[in-house]
């Protein structure tokens, strides 16, 4: 696809707001590269790395990793694709990311995913995800065909031990106390878009309507 100028777009939202489903929609439409702190991260932990031993806690409590350790890890992850029109998943979380961040490279669109979260709580109950893909199921909503296991390659789904109740509750709290000023610090730029709905049906046709505005 010919393009005037590379799209370098950030995706946020509460954990489990279906910003992973949104973003994968996105990535597939649109061609770009999708760079997902959180996944990328959940490899290092299955390939047991350095990084992966030294975040594996931080993961399973449903806590935010250090912003020294983020930061130096996500820098390096973006001079990977810095020739790529990207989409950011789950990077910045925090204001002092999202400085780092700015001085790198500056972000054109900010999309901001608004999900109330009692409908997210309920969700992430039903949430099974493919681990090497990062595919995620809803029983009930976008159940896999076989239950427990990935629609294209068959294997095993599993339930992320920070979607549990308890860790869900926590990272919802921690989202709102250090991702809020976030959301200010790109409304203060004035490239934040707010979506609002409860599914990501709901959200899907406002964002797609949103960025072929922008004329990619
Ligand atoms: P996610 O898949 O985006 O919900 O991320 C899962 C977990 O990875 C989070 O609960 C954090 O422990 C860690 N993580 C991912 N991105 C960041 C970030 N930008 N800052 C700190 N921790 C992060």
């Not at 696809?1 to 649109?30: C, D, E, F």
């Not at 054109?108 to 409908?119: Q, S, T």
């Not at 709290?173 to 409304?187: A, C, G, K, Q, S």
């Not at 203060?188 to 899907?204: Q, V, Y």
Request: no cysteine; charged share 30%.
């Amino acid at each position: 696809m010919l393009r005037s100028k590379l799209l370098k777009a950030l995706i946020l939202g509460a954990p489990a707001s279906g910003k992973g489903t949104i973003s994968t929609r996105i990535v597939k439409k649109y061609a770009i590269e999708h760079v997902s702190s959180g996944d990328k991260l959940r490899d290092h932990i299955e390939r047991k790395t350095d990084l992966g031993k030294e975040v594996q806690s931080y993961l399973s409590e449903g806590k935010l990793v250090p912003d020294d350790v983020i930061i130096k890890f996500m820098v390096a992850e973006l001079k990977k694709v810095e020739n790529q029109a990207w989409l950011l998943d789950g990077f910045p979380r925090t204001v002092t990311q999202a400085n780092a961040l700015w001085k790198l490279q500056p972000v054109d669109v900010v999309l901001n995913l608004v999900v109330p979260f009692d409908i997210i709580i309920d969700r992430v109950k039903n949430r099974w995800i493919h681990l090497s893909s990062g595919r995620v199921y809803n029983i009930g909503f976008n159940t896999p065909k076989v239950i427990g296991k990935d629609d294209v390659t068959g294997e095993d789904l599993i339930q992320r031990p920070d979607d549990k109740p308890d860790a869900v509750k926590k990272r919802l709290e921690i989202y709102d106390r250090m991702t809020r000023p976030v959301i200010d610090f790109y409304l203060e730029k004035g490239i934040l878009k707010n979506f609002e709905g409860k599914t990501s049906d709901e959200i899907w046709p406002k964002v797609t309507q949103y960025l072929d505005s922008l004329k990619l």
